[in-house]
């Protein structure tokens, strides 16, 4: 099915270890994005890609790490895990244009993510 | 740095009031979306307002982008429970294709 996926959806580790959530997207979207969201903070962006080798830092790119060697996937990679990393990521993706449908963003389902 | 100030933060309402979700910012936007989303589940797009002034209506929901481009508000009329969920704002700069999202306002409608 069409769609953006996003794995795992659940995930406990420890601190210090490294830890990496996948995104896959079949729309042929240019832009890609990884969100974090926390209670009070709503989406806050930490990393997004234009293209295929192409990534840019978000608002909290600190301790992540993203690469883009193909299109369709966007691997978001917590090197060395920290309690404050606990959070739920969303991958997102869309297309440039114009008009109403530019920037609208399709989200995934969410990786709740827990460090411990 | 673009902020969008969403409030309130939290609404709970009993089924068929009325209610507004405000989003305001000192920045001026190309275009401004609200989305929803459901525990367990990524935003949903509910819509994208452009022009400056512009109102548009979703069934219950109407929709308002400021004339100046910097705010936005939801109202909502006759809640309903399956309205309950967590409402964000999201406005678009004038290059790139970066948003900045509000806090969000979790409403509870209660039957």
């Known amino acids: 099915d069409a769609g953006i996926t996003q794995s795992p959806r659940y995930k406990i580790t420890e601190t210090g270890r490294q830890v990496t959530l996948m995104c896959h997207q079949t729309?042929?979207?240019?832009?890609m994005f990884w969100y974090r969201q926390d209670l009070g903070h709503g989406l806050r962006l930490i990393y997004y890609?234009?293209?295929?080798?192409?990534?840019d830092k978000g608002e909290v790119p600190d301790g992540y790490v993203v690469s883009r060697s193909k299109t369709e996937n966007f691997p978001l990679t917590l090197e060395s895990a920290t309690r404050s990393q606990t959070s739920v990521y969303f991958c997102?993706?869309?297309?440039?244009?114009?008009?109403?449908?530019?920037?609208?963003?399709?989200f995934g389902a969410g990786s709740r993510l827990t460090v411990l | 740095t673009q902020l969008l100030e969403q409030s309130p933060q939290f609404l709970s309402i009993q089924e068929g009031e009325n209610l507004t979700v405000y989003c305001n910012s000192s920045?001026?936007?190309?275009?401004l979306q609200w989305y929803r989303q459901e525990p367990g589940e990524g935003p949903v797009l509910l819509v994208t307002?452009?022009?400056?002034?512009e109102v548009k209506k979703l069934k219950r929901l109407t929709f308002q982008f400021g004339d100046a481009r910097k705010d936005s508000s939801l109202h909502i009329t006759a809640a309903q429970p399956g309205d309950t969920g967590l409402y964000l704002c999201?406005?678009?700069?004038?290059?790139?294709?970066?948003?900045?999202f509000g806090a969000g306002t979790i409403l509870r409608v209660k039957s």
């Open positions: 890609s234009a293209a295929a080798d192409i990534t």
């Open positions: 997102a993706s869309s297309d440039p244009g114009g008009g109403e449908g530019a920037n609208v963003l399709t």
């Open positions: 999201a406005g678009a700069s004038w290059y790139g294709n970066k948003l900045v």
């Open positions: 307002v452009v022009t400056g002034g």
């Open positions: 920045s001026v936007f190309s275009s």
């Open positions: 729309w042929s979207h240019s832009y």
